[in-house]
């Protein structure tokens, strides 16, 4: 075998590794062993001051070669390969190979959280309903906040945008939603799941006429905006509504409508990752691995 491929995975404080068969003429070798130092003075398979990463005796098969106990990112670290046929002494096989474990999460969407996207949309369309006088407030504008409303502090009526729950939905196996690609320099893997977010969406008036106006106002804007939703990756939205109202905790009553907005969409990172090639030749000659 050989050490083929070493890639440092963007969870950090690990090594990805890809060690290939070797083989002698026919033989394959009997036996290997991958070893790990801080620096490259390995002074044999036996080493004492080196770390075991991974051994066996089948090395006719592609091994793949996860570490990640007791590395530092930023700290480079050197991996030997030692192979053995029959009962000869261990050799290297191949140079020591050199990578740094680093942390680096790239997430594939950049678009705004349901939460943000939600409450930027709300306040845009609010403003509208207010222009063409369906709405009022004595400001102006209807504020869309992201938390509970301090009653005494704030105009009603007004808007909250929380996110209430965010959850791993939908499992794929090896936790993979997107096929690999190449885009001829490096592979990019995706790891990672479909999320269904959950946000509590509500309205706060003084009055029930008013409480009416804005919670059919808020459903017009959520349905006219499902396109924007589904343009920014957010799928099958799933929208429910309850009222209230409270006569206690505040100065004034206060008459609400609860709406529950619940989506769907993918939570991923991205690893891009050097291409491992192999070189194919005939069955008694030695392999080239590059």
């Known amino acids: 075998m050989a050490i083929n491929f070493a890639h440092a995975p963007p969870c950090g404080n690990a090594v990805s590794l890809a060690v290939m068969p070797v083989r002698r ?38 091994f793949s070669v996860f570490d990640y106990q007791g590395l530092t990112n930023g700290q480079p670290t050197w991996y030997q390969h030692y192979v053995r046929f029959g009962d000869e002494p261990w050799e290297p096989h191949g140079d020591p190979v050199s990578i740094t474990p680093a942390y680096l999460a790239e997430p594939l969407f950049a678009s705004p959280d349901l939460a943000g996207l939600v409450r930027e949309r709300l306040a845009l369309g609010l403003a509208e309903e207010v222009k063409v ?55 990019s893997v995706y790891e990672g799941w479909l999320d269904r977010s959950t946000l509590q969406i509500a309205v706060w008036s003084l009055n029930h006429s008013d409480r009416l106006r804005l ?76």
């Open 215 to 290: 919670r059919d106002a808020v459903q017009r804007i959520l349905m006219l905006n499902l396109p924007v939703l589904d343009a920014a990756g957010y799928l099958t939205p799933d929208l429910s509504e309850a009222d209230s109202a409270d006569f206690e905790n505040y100065g004034a009553p206060t008459f609400q409508s609860i709406f529950t907005l619940s989506c769907l969409h993918a939570a991923l990172v991205r690893d891009q990752a050097i291409p491992l090639r192999i070189t194919e030749v005939p069955v008694n000659a030695e392999a080239t691995y590059y």
């Open 133 to 187: 006088g369906r709405l009022r407030h004595e400001t102006g504008a209807i504020p869309v906040l992201t938390a509970q409303p301090l009653i005494d502090q704030v105009k009603l009526p007004v808007v909250t945008v929380i996110l209430t729950d965010r959850r791993a939905e939908v499992r794929g196996i090896g936790e993979g939603l997107l096929p690999d690609q190449f885009d001829g320099e490096f592979w």
């Open 25 to 62: 003429g026919d033989a394959w070798a009997s036996a290997w062993r991958l070893l790990r130092r801080t620096d490259d003075a390995f002074a044999g398979a036996d080493d004492p001051t080196a770390v075991v990463v991974a051994e066996g005796d089948d090395a006719s098969e592609l």
